[in-house]
């Protein structure tokens, strides 16, 4: 199992791989998806820009697969994440109002 990450941002993608990441320089849908077939990836990082790309891959991949684990991480300019994100992501997830 091994981390790696999806990226839009060429200074996201060195940043990750001077901490050992591996991972690849994404902009379409279609290059997203390719990169995210990777069986041997445990834990995949993706650009929230990307992300949005293929939201119905992304759900099925949170919702119901072992693996990869998904992290959604916020783009370097700005982030799509509403203030309650967190909260209501648990809320969804588990049912409960924190």
Do not use: Q, W
Request: aromatic share 4%.
């Amino acid at each position: 199992m091994r981390y790696f990450v999806i990226s839009d941002n060429s200074d996201t993608l060195t940043g990750l791989r001077m901490a050992g990441i591996e991972g690849v320089l994404c902009h379409t849908r279609e290059e997203t998806l390719a990169a995210e077939a990777d069986e041997t990836i445990g834990i995949l990082l993706i650009n929230e820009k990307l992300s949005a790309l293929c939201p119905e891959r992304e759900d099925a991949l949170k919702r119901t697969a072992l693996r990869p684990l998904l992290v959604e991480i916020p783009d370097r300019h700005h982030t799509h994440r509403a203030p309650d994100s967190i909260t209501r992501y648990i809320r969804e997830a588990i049912g409960i109002k924190v």
